[in-house]
T-cell receptor, first 108, second 113 residues
Framework: GQQVMQIPQYQHVQEGEDFTTYCNSS?????IQWYKQRPGGHPVFLIQ?????EVKKQKRLTFQFGEAKKNSSLHITATQTTDVGTYFC????????FGPGTRLSVLP | NAGVTQTPKFQVLKTGQSMTLQCAQD?????MYWYRQDPGMGLRLIYY???????DKGEVPNGYNVSRLNKREFSLRLESAAPSQTSVYFC????????????FGSGTRLTVV
């Protein structure tokens, strides 16, 4: 079945530092989605990547889809306390599957 | 406000009791889903309904039933609650295929004692 891994599992950064989380699949993906879940909240859709090598930006967030369409990354430049939460990738297999998430904490 | 509405937000059940979690969306989405989220386990799909009139099992369907009442509403029923069903339950909806992302409700925090 579809295997999706995210690394790291946890990341603690000082406010202003950069942060990157990676999503890796065992199979080639048709597309990939990224979500953010604030503590105590619900997942919120951020973006979808479809094309090989695609790069999309949302303010301080940069999303990239790997050339082989088996991995993706989310990079946050100059983290802020509002970036705290868990970041999930989601991919299509037999069903839509979410990765286990990367929990980000930002120390002020 | 447009979105996905779940009720109740919190619930405590005794082992063996039954309950129904309600979900309604007003975005005219065709597909609806029920997920459970447990610490360290991420989001796991319980059941989904690709379109009105259809339902299918997801990754962890045992102990649950669903009803797609109409295009807007998708309910999840626990017939005989067990402590292993203590979790946070999220309902979500999307266009068919989910290509524009899933919209989640705010969740139901269920404790079975």
């Amino acid at each position: 079945g579809q295997q999706v891994m995210q690394i790291p599992q946890y990341q603690h950064v000082q406010e202003g530092e950069d942060f990157t989380t990676y999503c890796n699949s065992s199979t080639t993906l048709s597309n990939i989605q990224w979500y953010k879940q604030r503590p105590g909240g619900h997942p919120v859709f951020l973006i979808q990547l479809v094309k090989s090598g695609e790069v999309k930006k949302q303010k301080r967030l940069t999303f990239q889809f790997g050339e082989a369409k088996k991995n993706s990354s989310l990079h946050i430049t100059a983290t802020q306390t509002t970036d705290v939460g868990t970041y999930f990738c989601g991919v299509y297999g037999q069903n839509f599957v979410f990765g286990p998430g990367t929990r980000l904490s930002v120390l002020p | 406000n447009a979105g996905v509405t779940q009720t109740p937000k919190f619930q405590v059940l005794k082992t063996g009791q039954s309950m129904t979690l309600q979900c309604a969306q007003d975005m005219n989405h065709n597909s609806m889903y029920w997920y459970r989220q447990d610490p360290g386990m991420g989001l796991r799909l319980i059941y989904y309904s690709a379109s009105e009139g259809t339902t299918d099992k997801g990754e962890v369907p045992n102990g649950y039933n669903v009803s797609r009442l109409n295009k807007r509403e998708f309910s999840l029923r626990l017939e005989s609650a067990a402590p292993s069903q203590t979790s946070v339950y999220f309902c979500a909806s999307s266009e068919i295929g989910g290509g524009y992302g899933y919209t989640f409700g705010s969740g139901t925090r269920l404790t079975v004692v």
